[in-house]
T-cell receptor
Framework: NAGVTQTPKFQVLKTGQSMTLQCAQD?????MSWYRQDPGMGLRLIHY???????DQGEVPNGYNVSRSTTEDFPLRLLSAAPSQTSVYFC???????????????FGAGSRLTVL | AQSVAQPEDQVNVAEGNPLTVKCTYS??????LFWYVQYPNRGLQFLLK??????LVKGSYGFEAEFNKSQTSFHLKKPSALVSDSALYFC????????????FGTGTRLTVIP
């Protein structure tokens, strides 16, 4: 089982460039989300989706865009990269939402992004 | 709004000794609480969760956590630490949006000394 797959694992960008971090899950999970991890700040939620065609903002959405055209994929787009977006990004998914109880998140291995 | 506090950035414990990693929370209504572990260059892995019921929750790798409503705490414990338990530990609470969003603490780095 592949679980949650993130690509690329590493990326270096210049300020102002755009890019997309890919996330795919093969568990037919309804819920998907993106977090960023920064030293001393834990993980902060960027965007999330409770199903195909539905997305919403998390705690730190500025500078990021998402879409959910299929159940499997949830790409994160950086519109114009800034040094403040240097971070490790994690995609996570789970089987359901609050109606299904407190489902456990399955995390990808992470994507390390450096913006120069 | 919800919040999670992990008051210790670093916890050191000798191998074979009991370990405790502390977590306190603030949330409206009944809390849904979680512990995750992160090994170097890996994603987070689920350890255990508290939803309702017994205040002592048992999880993976011999870890357990005690939910204390009056102290709003959810400390992670293990009776006998292993060197392989050295990792970054995160406490989390589910937020109030109705989705499965988790609000994480800042993490505690556990080092088990041989």
């Amino acid at each position: 089982n592949a679980g949650v797959t993130q690509t690329p694992k590493f990326q270096v960008l210049k300020t102002g460039q755009s890019m997309t971090l890919q996330c795919a899950q093969d568990m037919n999970h309804e819920y998907m989300s993106w977090y960023r991890q920064d030293p001393g700040m834990g993980l902060r939620l960027i965007h999330y989706s409770v199903g195909a065609g539905i997305t919403d903002q998390g705690e730190v959405p500025n500078g990021y865009n998402v879409s959910r055209s299929t159940t499997e994929d949830f790409p994160l787009r950086l519109l114009s990269a800034a040094p403040s977006q240097t971070s490790v990004y994690f995609c996570a998914s789970s089987a359901g939402t609050v109606r299904s109880g407190a489902n456990v998140l399955t995390f990808g291995a992470g994507s390390r992004l450096t913006v120069l | 709004a919800q919040s999670v506090a992990q008051p210790e950035d670093q916890v050191n414990v000798a191998e074979g000794n009991p370990l405790t990693v502390k977590c306190t929370y603030s949330v409206s209504g009944n809390p849904y609480l979680f512990w995750y572990v992160q090994y170097p260059n890996r994603g987070l892995q689920f350890l255990l969760k508290y939803i309702t019921g017994d205040n002592l929750v048992k999880g993976s790798y011999g870890f357990e956590a005690e939910f204390n409503k009056s102290q709003t705490s959810f400390h992670l414990k293990k009776p006998s630490a292993l060197v392989s338990d050295s990792a970054l530990y995160f406490c989390a609470v589910r937020d109030q949006t109705g989705a499965n969003n988790l609000f994480f603490g800042t993490g505690t780095r556990l080092t088990v000394i041989p």
